[in-house]
């Protein structure tokens, strides 16, 4: 196995060689460039392709600006639109060494993958083979580069999607139960159909799981009906798109199909053929799995950012910090560089800095600020860090009028107004 990646990562090192040397040195050269690249496993059914308008659509709101790209996984899906439609959709590797290629060195790999199966497994391979090639100033390997999690990841996962589900269950499932499809796998991570099976069937009656590759099976949920006594069946695809599982294996109109079987032993059928990418708390759920992989970088960028004020450089004694969105720093460093003197009451616990006819006061484990005795609300507590006030940087903008930015160049500029 060792021997294998070994040689996994050569060849990955010779074709990102062979890509990178036939790439403008001037595209290599940018800073700071960061990508998104979404991959799902794709489909060829145009009915279903909004479904990934509608994850790319949420990416693009939640980070503006960054560039967002996707990959398909399936070299028969990817063949057959290029040869249909003349469209060149990459697999996940090409699409890596192409944003590389082009300056992009923080890239975010988001999978729309259900669970951390085999595709979701496949493509953490790559991306830790990526990250093997990483050189000390980037020149190879992307500087950073992150895989956010699948859908199903943490425990608390399945309850959001339980959650995101119910809202596109019948009224009352007592008398209409609702069966949905899932694709199913021989992988070990196949148990996260049954740990969602479960908690479905716990927290709404007559709502059963089931899958075409893997467990349960259709003959499990026919006993669950049976034993049931309902007459009536919404049927529902638990897959991202409503492609041709869902048109066909699930709704079809095959004797194959579940709901030609399902009719077949007496059942009224109703069908509910949305992906679960058209429930908007689901791409949501992707949003906040992709968003905890980006602030990986936010986290690291931070740590090694340099701080100036009016354009001199500060020295801290303390890295910044990032908390709950925000940028803590340490309190005397800035308001000495901003005409501030800077004391602290052992007392009573509190900072404080006087400039001329201005006080502000801080006080460690709140988020409340004293600006000539008037409360000012911060966006998170200040913290006492090795005897260091720690304060949020957005409190400079939003209560004293200065300009705070981050640049490009990963340096937070603070300039008085």
């Not at 967002?68 to 249909?84: H, L, N, P, Y």
Request: aromatic content about 8%; some cysteine.
């Amino acid at each position: 196995m060792i021997c294998l990646k070994r040689v996994t990562v050569s060849i990955l090192t010779l074709a990102l060689v062979l890509i990178f040397c036939a790439t403008a040195p001037a595209e290599q050269s940018e800073k700071g460039k960061k990508a998104i690249l979404l991959v799902t496993f794709g489909t060829s059914v145009q009915s279903a392709m909004p479904a990934y308008d509608n994850l790319e659509n949420a990416v693009k709101e939640a980070f503006p600006g960054v560039e967002v790209r996707w990959s398909f996984t399936s070299g028969i899906i990817r063949d057959k639109i290029a040869e249909r439609d003349g469209r060149i959709v990459d697999d996940p590797f090409t699409a890596l060494s192409k944003l590389k290629a082009e300056g992009y060195d923080q890239i975010v790999v988001q999978s729309d993958h259900i669970f951390s199966g085999q595709e979701y497994s496949d493509l953490r391979e790559l991306v830790n083979n990526f990250l093997a090639l990483q050189t000390a100033d980037g020149s190879l390997g992307p500087k950073k580069l992150a895989l956010g999690k699948p859908l199903l990841y943490y425990h608390e996962d399945y309850f959001d999607a339980v959650e995101a589900l119910a809202s596109q269950f019948p009224a009352d499932t007592s008398s209409n139960a609702v069966v949905l499809m899932g694709h199913g796998s021989e992988h070990p991570a196949d148990s996260a159909y049954g740990k969602l099976n479960d908690i479905l069937r716990h927290k709404y009656k007559n709502v059963f799981l089931g899958t075409v590759e893997g467990y349960p099976t259709l003959e499990e949920i026919r006993q669950d009906l049976k034993d049931s006594g309902v007459t009536k069946i919404t049927l529902m695809p638990f897959m991202n798109i409503a492609g041709d599982h869902a048109l066909n294996d699930l709704y079809g109109d095959e004797e194959e199909s579940w709901k030609s079987q399902l009719a077949e032993n007496g059942y009224t059928i109703d069908g509910y053929l949305k992906g679960l990418l058209e429930n908007k708390a689901v791409v949501n759920m992707y949003v906040n799995h992709l968003s905890a992989a980006m602030a990986e970088f936010e986290a690291d960028g931070i740590k090694e950012a340099t701080t100036r004020v009016n354009g001199e450089r500060l020295k801290f004694s303390e890295p910044l910090r990032p908390e709950d969105g925000s940028i803590l720093a340490q309190l005397k460093p800035v308001f000495t560089a901003l005409g501030f003197t800077v004391t602290w009451n052992e007392a009573e616990g509190v900072a404080t800095a006087n400039k001329t006819d201005l006080t502000v006061s801080f006080q460690p484990g709140s988020n409340v600020a004293l600006v000539n005795g008037a409360e000012m609300i911060m966006d998170t507590k200040c913290q006492l860090v090795n005897g260091s006030t720690m304060i949020p940087l957005s409190f400079l903008s939003k209560s004293l009028g200065c300009m705070v930015n981050w640049d490009a160049d990963n340096t937070i500029n603070i300039f008085q107004e």
